[in-house]
């Protein structure tokens, strides 16, 4: 579960930006909330802005910090990594480092994961350098400091906690850090190597593994087929029928089709592993017929298949959903209808969470959202910085319940409208004769 997600120097956002999914004092929708803990968090939020306003950057910035770490650092080989120089915001006077930092729960414990990278703007990748990287941990209302990184060496606290995780050795603990400053490597991650290998990979699991399995983000929801691989041996042919009954449940409220959606293995030289593709199967006359499904299924369908994807293991064990236009070439009718599943404590029992951008107004609902699920970016004309906050930020005076917020939205209330104005277009320069 996604408590904060902050991150600072990226693309439009010269500032510390926080996303939070900290619900506030708001009582209205008042069960439509996570709770862990005697604490409430929000199932999903969704974020308005013009275009290029920076909707697009928050989505970006989470997503190039999970390559980072699946990746264990940031490597100039790696093929998901090759832009970070253009990464940065670009109108700084002088270079500075780019930062993220992550709260979450996993297994029942809270984590905080930063770090900071510096990297030469539009220049070399072999400048590129993590600057900072920390990791703390909490059980219940105690946090720990596990480790904290600088650009020169890697310390532990002297806690009991922290020394309990190597037998209560501190002599051990101080020669484990003497080795690993000798060899520590400006562009790999403490967390996934060091930390992992010789501290304690349990930990390190877990925080990986949020990444890795709970963190689903993506910034272009246009896939036609799944690259998914799943292991014959343990699939048996029963969660085949389960999986394409859920598949059908997506694709029947968008299509009315007689058609068939399903999931097709080819196998590979690998005995153990078949990659999935999605096709569609036709009754023709007395037989059967069975194409892809990217050459007879809408942009809509392929996107709900897509979506279901994740959806069946990540809605029933918990995770979070990151998605830029989700509901481009859905129905809204349809988007509410898997709002209204996240938001429901009753259906959502593993409190999985829905993060999307969309241009549409039909959700400044507050029927659908609570002021604190609803939030804005706005950039700056003059300094082109981004900024990001929510309809909660009014305060109850300037917002109450009761309003209409699609009204008030395009009254330029809440502010996060672009500026229209096309008729220079259609103005001929002047001394210019008209074609």
């Known amino acids: 579960m996604l408590i904060e997600y902050a991150f600072q120097n990226f693309r439009s956002f010269a500032e510390r930006t926080a996303l939070s999914m900290k619900a506030g004092a708001q009582t209205t929708l008042n069960n439509n909330l996570i709770r862990r803990d ?30 980072i770490v699946l990746q264990g650092g940031i490597d100039a080989n790696a093929p998901e990594l090759t832009e970070l120089e253009i990464c940065p915001f670009a109108y700084n006077a002088a270079s500075k480092p780019m930062g993220f930092d992550i709260a979450f729960e996993n297994g029942g414990r809270c984590f905080q994961y930063a770090l900071m990278i510096e990297v030469e ?45 190597l037998g209560g050795n501190e002599k051990l603990l101080n ?7 000798k060899n520590l490597d400006p562009t790999r991650l403490f967390l996934t190597n060091a930390f992992k290998s010789i501290i304690n990979s349990e930990i390190a699991d877990a925080v990986i593994g949020f990444f890795r399995d709970q963190l689903f983000v993506v910034s ?10 799943f292991s014959m ?6 969660d085949f029928v ?5 598949l059908d449940v997506f694709v029947k409220s968008a299509d009315f ?47 709900l298949v897509d979506f279901a994807i994740p959806f069946v293991e990540r809605f029933a064990k918990g995770g979070v959903f990151v998605i830029d236009e989700f509901d481009s070439a859905i129905h809204p009718e349809l988007v509410k209808g898997i709002i209204a599943l996240f938001n429901d404590p009753n259906v959502n029992k593993e409190g999985a969470q829905l993060v999307f951008t969309t241009h549409n107004p039909i959700y400044l609902n507050n029927k ?16 082109y910085r981004s900024v990001l906050y929510s309809l909660a930020d009014f305060g109850s005076a300037d917002v109450r319940n009761d309003q209409n917020y699609l009204i008030n939205y395009f009254k330029g209330k809440y502010g996060a409208l672009p500026y229209i104005d096309f008729a220079g277009l259609l103005k001929q320069p002047s001394g210019e004769e008209k074609p």
């Open 38 to 67: 005697h604490k409430r968090y929000l199932p999903s939020a969704v974020i308005y802005g013009p275009n290029a306003s920076g909707k697009s950057n928050i989505i970006m910035s989470l997503s190039l910090m999970r390559e």
């Open 220 to 229: 272009d929801f246009t896939l036609k087929s799944t690259n998914l691989m």
């Open 233 to 238: 041996e343990k699939l048996p042919g029963a």
């Open 368 to 383: 659908i959202f609570r002021r604190d699920q609803i939030l804005f970016v706005e950039k700056d004309r003059e300094s």
């Open 121 to 165: 703007p539009f220049s070399s990748r072999e400048k590129r350098r993590i600057v900072s990287e920390m990791l703390a941990m909490s059980n219940g209302k105690r946090r720990v400091s596990l480790f904290m990184r600088d650009e020169r060496k890697v310390s532990f606290q002297r806690t009991k906690p922290v020394l309990d995780m």
């Open 175 to 181: 020669e484990l850090e003497e080795r690993i400053n």
């Open 257 to 303: 089709g007689p058609q068939k959606i399903m999931f097709r293995s080819k196998k590979t030289d690998d005995a153990h592993t078949a990659p999935m593709h999605l096709v569609s199967l036709y009754d023709v006359g007395d037989k059967q017929v069975m194409l892809p499904a990217d050459m007879m299924e809408s942009r809509g369908t392929i996107k």
């Open 242 to 246: 389960a999986w394409n009954r859920m």
